[in-house]
């Protein structure tokens, strides 16, 4: 019945959800839960709400422990869904998921991910890396992880590299893409295809640089502070739904090569909590923006 | 139905409670909250469980707005208290707790509190501010506080003061007694007979130092951190259970007077928060430590 | 002949200077303080690089303890300062700067600087406060600092406004303008004429939000940091030379009005720090960046 | 002549002192550097004051650039050495430091360590992990660091360790030796004899917990923030001088198991930080704190 403290011999789910904003959505699920013998040992629900219109929606993630089989429990689930129209998942806790990372060849963020994912830190199975270099494949087999070298050199060569990603997501039941420092654009027809499921890293400064080597205009600047922010890849943004930021201090006597190691010590941090808060459903997507149940 | 955006012509409760651990609570209050009309704008839970025995004890938060009066929606929670055993509490969103206010020198704390307060960014209401000295008159009589100072120089004195605080905790109606830097020890006595509502504030160092100076302590050894902790006072500990820590930076080059600053910054802004949550009711006590329904 | 603690029978002097790169300049100038008796307390130096050109300038800041008077001081460093083409300035350690602090109506940056002033925690004396509105006075009153309202209402107010303060500035020795959440914008002239020496405080975030009410757009995207920055103002550029930044952590459940709190929280914290650094000379400009000895 | 555009052609070194606090000492120190052809590139120092006897002492770290040799150079620098009892060091800058590290089980940071390594962002090189177990053979393999397990059961295991550890410090020129996460106490001799030069990493939290298990302790009194310390080993302190410290804010939700995670997270960054400033002269030891010159 707690969190901290499962019992081995139960079966644990956990169930996200998102609908329009109800009274009566938590009695309801929460009866059906409790009718399929369910405890729910975690929960968080959030209430979103339009500026403009005034609408609203609730977001929650549950997390339950039950003696009943998946299948009898979505028996109970199903009537309340479609009675309040949920747009729900249910996965069982802790089950790895199936991610696809993308690198070019900055090795610290796939490090970071590989090494927290063999320790038992990240809930993800890593089937294939897939890069436009060579360099990381040492990384990936040292971690018996299969990567693929492709060129992209090319409009057609990007074009072939999206269709074989397409069908390796599809063959693979790959559900989460980790752009890991991967440093091609994917086009907006992916992108959109994939909205929600591709999560990218990038450095962040105070205040934003545009353009080529921002580290050396944030170095020129005197910035004292430098970040990365994770976030979902969405085909019409420039950056998509923010998932996690950090930030750590820097001062004038650094130099450039310095940030650029600092900054990706906090890429490799903030992209790996992102990576864990979504493989543990505890993202959920609110337009432009996220809601973290962590 | 919504936390961003209040109904302002309805009522708006926060509903806390703690219980043992059964299936079924959630179920049951939401049941009583729609039934008297509710909608939950906000709800957190927790269940706590013990590494020893086993048993664990549920604990939640919930924000509710309604076209009920208090008495119609405690119509229907009652029943549930019952069946459940609930130790709950109802009251008002945003109502301003009666707080207590005790200090001895030190301006910092009191000059965030009464600012935080008058800003509108603390829910509470300071009829009296207590001293041991009278250096801080001027800046409560800023705020327009009352300010009495009562000398605290032997046994019979301390006893004497104490008294009063029972008779003015009770006849002004104060929920909560914060010690904003009040050098004084308060009997064993005086702190089990209002366990759960006195606030704290003590510098945090890592490693802990005992005795006198801590600040010169940390500066002969050279700490790179320095913090605050906010926490309940408690008879039987040293130091009751913790609601809010926070630390800054330091290095060899700051002086023990500007440790000393830089501390009182930390202080103010930990001491504050904790304030804040207590007073919205997201402080639940279990055991030796908190649940932070932030 | 220590930092942390000095010889109160002497004289205490700060001395800055920038000056292009050469070798010799430290042993110049040490030798001249040695010369002059005087003992370094603390010292910091730094060489910037001009990436393009190459061209190097050197940064240097000096505590140094001496019997000696200022006058005798300064013979010895005048001859140095010639040689090597010196920016200099000497101070006393510790004095008060003259600050001027124009306001609107938002209180939380003019009450941190005043109490800390108060507090013995900032360096600077502040004959007078200016506002475009009235609702600050009683705060400025409490401390006993004048404090004047000038109604900005067209064109032709600003202009009478800004010729008040050059006059001001002029005749009460003022040596810092601090920008407290001042609300209006100062003409590129009145910029340019006291450049190096008005600090502004803003916002932060990332990514950066153009337009009105950064803090929706903030609230709308979902950002998981909000920050401040103090800077210098100047007459071409958006955002002069960064001085300090701190960022907080937010999330998804709190409201506009509570990340406006926080907002200015960091806000205040972060403008009297650069106040701090820079009344004890610890900011000094390199171009588009500042260096800091702090 | 610039720290961050350095002359390719030229030597670099970095020379650190520390001495009794006299007039003088800079000046004399940067004429040597100036006769030998020396352009300072990077400059630091400080005065550390003993607050019982007044007694001060200097402490200095200077980057030097020149075209003379090393020899030439320690012909200017010794005359000013031995004039003001200087104990001092010159090395190469970016010279990489002969590092051991010992380990046990926890791969956190010994992976953080050699990663860092070798992306160039820790100037050591790693001729051997010695450890108490085996499980940590594969990771030092990847990274071609020849690695020996050595069984440390009873007194005469440990004191044949010690004896083949001294043995193998001296023959391999070890200059460093890095505790990251060795769960075995080395002696008191041993501690001694290597002092300054045996750098640990521990969990911090405050308050401190004592005894077996603290992230039990921890989780068990709801700690709001874990961290990290990395100090030097001493023969007769519990806690010798901190060279770095980190901490992370952790919530009453996050289990045992997290608080594990995020602990080995910190120490990773903690230790590495610790020994990239030793390893680049910047930590300076000063009785029982350190001075860190970065």
Not at 167 to 180: H, R
Request: a negative charge; proline letters at 3%.
């Amino acid at each position: 019945m707690a969190q901290s403290q499962t019992d081995s011999t139960k079966n644990h789910w956990v169930l996200t959800f998102v609908c329009a904003d109800k009274p009566g959505i938590v009695h309801a699920i929460t009866g059906a839960i409790l009718t399929a013998g369910g405890n729910i040992t975690e929960s968080k629900q959030y209430t979103s709400v339009d500026a403009q219109s005034g609408s609203a929606r609730f977001f929650m993630r549950v997390q339950i422990e039950a003696a009943a089989s998946l299948n009898e429990f979505e028996t109970e689930i199903t009537p309340v869904a479609n009675q309040f129209g949920l747009d729900y998942k249910i996965d069982e806790v802790g089950r790895k998921m199936r991610t696809l990372i993308l690198v070019s060849k900055s090795a610290h963020c796939l490090n970071d991910l590989l090494f927290s994912q063999r320790a038992g830190y990240l809930p993800i199975e890593v089937p294939a890396v897939f890069s436009n270099h060579s360099e990381l494949n040492a990384l990936a087999a040292f971690y018996s992880v299969p990567f693929e070298s492709h060129s992209l050199s090319d409009e057609g060569s990007k074009l072939a590299f999206e269709h074989m990603l397409r069908d390796y997501i599809k063959s693979a039941n790959i559900e989460l893409i980790v752009l890991a420092r991967f440093m091609q654009v994917l086009s907006a027809e992916f992108c959109a295809e994939f909205e929600g499921k591709i999560i990218n890293i990038h450095h962040s400064f105070l205040p934003g640089f545009k353009g080529a080597n921002p580290y050396a205009q944030a170095h020129a600047r005197g910035v004292k502070l430098i970040g990365a922010t994770a976030h979902f890849v969405t085909a019409d943004l420039d950056e998509g739904p923010i998932i996690e930021q950090n930030v750590v201090r820097v001062n004038h006597s650094e130099t450039k090569n310095e940030l650029v190691r600092i900054g990706q010590d906090v890429e490799s941090k903030t992209l790996a909590q992102a990576v864990r808060w979504f493989a543990e459903h505890r993202v959920l997507l609110d337009g432009e923006r996220t809601i973290i149940f962590n």
